[in-house]
């Protein structure tokens, strides 16, 4: 019997998610949503998520975490959310508490630039990717984050099964 391998999907594929909207960096208390990812057609078994983000020049305070939470979708033909989450990039106001899934957390550092590690969405759905999904992002960090919007990007890796 062949083994079953992992295969990788291409790297960096962009998940868009605005995090400094009209030069103003992702405040402190407030949640930002991604445009959904469909998976519909490529059927990633996962997909590894990767945020970046840079913290302002502002000392951390409250929690001191950027929460990296999963969303998605079980219905094909018309999307059903959970929460308040509606696939688009946008400003998005939590249900407390909420329901989404919590994949990550990144320390927050005044000043700097974060990046997470390899944070899988399969896993937080019991192990299956949803037909399609979307990561939210909420700054719990006591800062805002920076204001350049190329100081952050929100990515992903899919993962398939492969036999040689």
């Known amino acids: 019997m062949p083994d079953i391998k992992t295969k990788y999907g291409t790297g960096g594929q962009v998940i868009t998610i605005t995090l400094a909207p009209g030069g103003v960096g992702l405040a402190s208390g407030s949640a930002r949503e991604s445009l959904l990812v469909d998976n519909t057609t490529n059927l ?32 094909t033909s018309s999307l059903v959310w959970p929460d308040a989450v509606t696939g688009a990039d946008a400003a998005i106001t939590l249900n407390s ?27 937080a759905f019991g192990g299956l990717l949803p037909p399609s999904w979307s990561i939210v992002l909420l700054n719990s960090s006591g800062a805002a984050l920076s204001t350049t919007e190329s100081d952050h990007f929100v990515e992903y890796i899919g993962l398939l099964a492969s036999s040689p």
Do not use: C
């Open 44 to 75: 990633f078994l996962d997909a590894l998520v990767g945020v970046k983000v840079k913290f302002a020049n502002t000392a951390p305070a409250g929690d001191k975490r950027l929460y990296i939470y999963a969303a998605g979708v079980w219905r």
């Open 97 to 123: 508490p909420t329901q989404l899934k919590l994949i990550g957390a990144i320390e927050a550092a005044q000043n700097l630039t974060r990046i997470s590690e390899p944070l899988s969405v399969a896993q």
